[in-house]
Structure formats: C-alpha cells, structure tokens
C-alpha cells in the first residue's frame, strides 16, 4: 500500500540525491516546524499558516535556492495544492517570511540566505522554487512549469522508489 | 481488523510481538518509539487506534476515554504499560494545560505517562508597535541600538528610558541587575527585580549549573522586518499556567510516575524550526528520515547535570519507557527535581495560581482567572440572583467551607469550549480540589474543595452559545429517543445519560466539563443588564450524594478492568 507519506519521504530522498538540504518535513496528520503565516483574513483572527509536505533549501553556483513541495498519491489530486501555490506566490508578506526563515545569522545553518540584500529586492525576485510529488501512472493533471516568476517542476516516483 | 502497515524493515517486525505500540498520532511516532527503545525494538509492531476508537480493545479504552493520548504501550494481551504525549508546541497562556487530561486517565488508572514538551522554546511572533521598534532598529548610534536591543530581550526593562537614565552599556546594566540596583534600570520595581536577575542568571549568563538552559535571542535577532510585518523572535520560558503543569505532574507523580521531558532546542535552529531539533536524516534507522519526528537518544544536549547524569533528555525518555514496560517505577529520572519549583519555575508563581477572594463581588473585576472564596458567599451570591438549586446539592456543597471557582468568558458563539478548558479543567481538579496524599483514587472524586465551572457569556454568545444545555438536550435524545424529552430537567438528562453512556460517548464539548466540575454556572449576560443562569451539577457532585455511583455505566466506564 503506499500512502502520501511514502511519496513525502521518497521525494525527500530524490531532493537530498540532487543535492538538496531538506529543512522540514510535515507528514500527513503530523505537526509541522515550518510555518508560513497566510494573511490576515478580513476580520478575522489570523490563525492560517501554510504547512508545506517537505522544505529545502541548496546552494547553487550563482544563488541558493528555497524549494517548496507538496505531495500526493495520485496527479491529479494535486489540483488544490496548484491553487495553493499560486496563493502563496501572489503573497508577497509569505514569500518574503520564508526567505526570513531560512536566513544566515551568526552561529545559523551553513547553507542559508542573505535575507537583508533579499528583503530589498521585490518579492517576485526572491530565490523560491514549488515542487510536485506524486506517483508516476496514477492520472493526468497539467502541472505548471512557473508560478508567477518561480519555476516549477515534478517529482515523479517509481514504484520502486517509493517502496 | 488491524492490517499491520508500518515502515519498519523486515528485520524488526516480530513473528509474534510482545507489545503493540497503538498509536493516535503519526505512525512515525510509534516506530520512533520502537526504534530507540531496548524493549519495544524488534519485539514490537504499531497499531493504529481509529477516530471513533471502534478498534480498540476494552483494555485500554479507560485511557482514551476523555481525550486520545499520542501513543499507548501494551504487552500483546493489550495490558497498558506507559501513556505518551509529544508536542512540539510549547505550553503558553490558556493553552498549556489543553492536553491533560489525557494524562489524567492515566493516573487515575495507575498506569505511568510520559509527556514530552518544550519546557522552554523559542517562538517568532508578529509584533505590532512598529513605531517603537521601527525607532530601535534606524537606531544610528551602533552601542546604542545594541543596549535597547538587548533590553527588549530582557524581562520588561525600558530601554530608552533606562538609557536616559544614565545607564548607556550592556555590561553596565548587567552588573546592576546582579547587584539588585534596580532604581535607575525603567520598568523594574523592588517587586520584579529577583524575575530579571534569575532570568539574567539562567538565560543570558549561562553560569554553569547543573540545568543548562537555553540561550537568549541574541539581541541582533530579535527584531526582524519581514515583508510589511515585524517579527520578533523570543525565549519563552515557563510562566504561571507551566508552573501549574510542572507541578500538575509533580503531585500525580505521587500516585504514579508521571514525568515531563524537555523537547530540546538550539539557536541554530531559530528560524527554521523555532529552534526545535528534529531526526531529519537517519542513516543508522533510514525508514525514520524525513518525518518531522523527535531527536534519537543522544543527539541533544544534555541540559540536566544534578546526580551526575550524563544523558540527554530523550535518552532519559527512552530509559523510563523501558523501565516502565518492566513495571520497574524505583528511578525517577531525575524528574522530581525538574517538576519541583526551582529548575523551571520559581516558588513565588505558585501565589499568583488563583486570588483569593474575601468579597464575592471582586470577581467580577476579573474577565476570567482562579478564585478560591467562602461557599456560602458563593452559594449566598447564586441565591440572591434568584437561582433555585436542590436542596441535596445545595448541602452537599456547603459541607465544604471554600470552594474553587475557575471562570472564562466568551463573547464568540462559535468558540467551543472543548480546547484548552477541558485540560484546564484536569488541572484544577488535581490541584486546588484534592488532597492526594490522603486519598489517591481520582475517580472516586473525593473533594476538599468543590470545583465550579464558571463561563460568562456576553454579547452574541449570551443569545446563541450551545453550552452546555444544548448537548446534553441532543446527547439524551440520541440516546434515549425523542420521548419524554419536555418533561425532565436537563439536570436529569445528564444522571440518566451517565448511568447509560460510558463516558467517550459524551461529546468532547461536555465530557471533561461535567467530569471535573462539581458545579457549573452559565451566566448568560443578556441586554439590559438581565442574566439568565444555567445550571448543572457534575459528577463530583452527583457521587457525593450518592444520585450516581461507582458502578454506573459512565463512572465505571473510566477504570481499567471494568465490568461494563
């Protein structure tokens, strides 16, 4: 049987075999370390925060990059995490947090962001990635290969990756 | 039917296992459990405990029967061994006492838990007096913005003023607080001044002790402008609602090990997790990598010296589950000192738990809080109002001479009372009603102070909230049918349900609340000043009269080895 857990960990591992540091996790049912606060909703208390499956981070040659993932089972049930994407990248408030968390600091994680220079640049600018995990086989959903600026791409599993 | 599935390697699934690890939580919990622990390793297999516990053995259903604990140990015929909660959330303000009575089944079965917490964190908040902030952070003079940094760090100093005041450096500043020179440091009187020079002594010192604690934000990190918001990232450390918790544990600890451990952090870890450690990759246990689960033995700090103690916290964790499943309960793990007031919590806490009140009235200075006053002042106050109470209950509480009021307002209609008031009520029970050491069997609910639930209800939810008439009303006309409803009082409702229901099939929006509270007033404060009351006596009450007993369905339904 796989579960979105399989998929979760299975991309985890494909992300650390290219190279990525995986930040957080947040299993199915599970709490979660790396919040991202949503924006207040009209009158409300604001309570919301985004929860993404795995968080990464990898420095590249000319920039480190931040990866978001979402994961699940089947393709096509990925619909509303698109949508949920989308949200966060017209966000400019959460954007910009995310960068906040995984910024350098003295004595902080060896690979990090220079959040000051970042936060001086427009939100579109800022060096985040989305990503999609699912099982290969499973249905059709056209993902999208950019959110606004940010690039996007799948992480398609084997069965024997996932198992 | 309990299909096994688990992530666990071949080699540490058991023919036939010797324990079963069920689990509420993740299943990355259970096999973090199995993994590290000498006794459950290879000998023991997770079961997953359903929603509405339909697959869980009578055997330990009494431990699920208020709130679901994260994970339950059990030898193979289902005999609990240990109850265990893990959260990363540190316990703060209303909330730090949601989750105990999933401890408190578990005591009053005699069965040890374990719980295991940030007794200290970090925390990243969204500020809002930006004026203030915005003004330390354009700061030009570089020593200047670094002491009104570090002051907001501290416990309630006033940086500009203190400045102003002619003390301009850190070190300066530091060395009147050790000193108790209070007079020229803003927003510290005689009163406070022993808070800031423990928190100067534990958190930014670092002496040497044997509790390491954990280090203060470093001033530079404090305050942080993250798109159009100010964050400010803080040390949290135990207040008045953990002091209740720690010694919550302390005195059920008496009637059987029930011990918090420390969820560890470190700064490294500040913004990306708060600070907390987590098993991000492991390649010893490769199936436990990537699922956000807690620290292996070992791999934290050891943060308690005393007894010459080299473990860390999980390891001690792990060292207890084990001596727990052998019913071995002679180590305390260093725990009596971490509960007791001193490592976490300072004595003088303990006076502000609850006022005590001399007039009746002043409580009505007060939104919500802990009073304890005369029961005939309170009783006498309810009477004056017009509030008609049976003459059994009425007797039946004046025997006590002061009784325990735990009181919360509500103006949200939707707000239910389920989260955090159902724990805090556990609290309550434990700490102001009984006296432990005389008589140990809670659920026999032997009072030496009633306690009443007290809920004002203002604005819309005067009109529109359901508690607590509402769900009894629905609960009885599930369970007895629709019949006769008009003609019994909801008083009456609630004894024939308890004598019918065992108790997890009484909604989570009652069941602790008519559990611990002896009395519950609703006071629905309506326009024009008029107050509508509602009333209901709960299960201290009705056992102490005698209208329940031991034996009925609900009352029984919460031992192990009941007969139901």
Redesign the interface.
Known sequence: ?I?E?HI??AA??KL?TAGWE?????????????TI?KPPQSGAI?RASYYPD?VAIRKEIRQTKILLVECKIRKPDLENDIKKFQELANN??????IC????K?????EISVD?EAL?IHD?SELPIEFAFAYQKNTGNLNLPSQINNFKCFEISLTEGELL | MNNL?T?LPTELIPEKADYFVWYT????QAEWLISFSRKLRGKAIPKRCEGDLSNIPDSILPLLSLEQPDLIVTDNINNPLISIEI???QAFGTNAQQRIARFWSAVANKIPSAYILPLESYQIE?VTNSQNIRRIIEEEDQNKKEFLLFCETLLRVNGERTYNNGITSIEELKDKIRRGDFRKIAGVTQRTIRQLQIFLRKFVDEDEENTVHLKNI?P??YY??????Y?KAYLRKPEVTDSMLLEWFNLCSKIIPTYPFKLQSN????????G?V?I??DNENSYL????LPPKPGQTTVVHKFSGNEKDEIELFFNFVDACIDKDYSNDFLRKKIMCSGEYWEEELRSKWYNDLSNIEDMDNYQSGDFSCNTSDFLNLLLSKGVEMPKIYLESLRKFPKLHIYKIYNTEPNRGFYDPYSGNLAVRDILFTRDIDINNDLIKFNRIKPLIFLVDLEGESAEQHKFIYHFIDRLFAQTHGQNHRSNISYQDKLIWLLKNLKIHKFVKEIRCHILFSDMIVIRRKHLQEEIEYEIIFGIPTLLRTGIIKETDIAINSMRLNNDN
């Not at chain 1, 400019?92 to 947090?97: G, I, R, T, V, W």
């Not at chain 2, 939580?25 to 990355?28: E, R, S, W």
């Open positions: 049987m579960t857990e979760t960990r985890a591992n650390v995986i930040i957080a996790v947040h299993p199915p049912d599970g709490q979660g370390p790396f606060p604001e795995i400019p408030d959460s954007l910009y947090f906040f968390r995984c910024q600091f003295n004595k902080g994680p959040y936060s939100s | 599935f992530f939580g993740t299943l990355g959260t990363e959330q969204k470093p530079e990190e942080h402008k993250v798109g159009q918001f964050y700064l490294k870890n500040l913004f990306r997790t708060n907390l987590h991000i990759n990598s990537y699922r956000n």
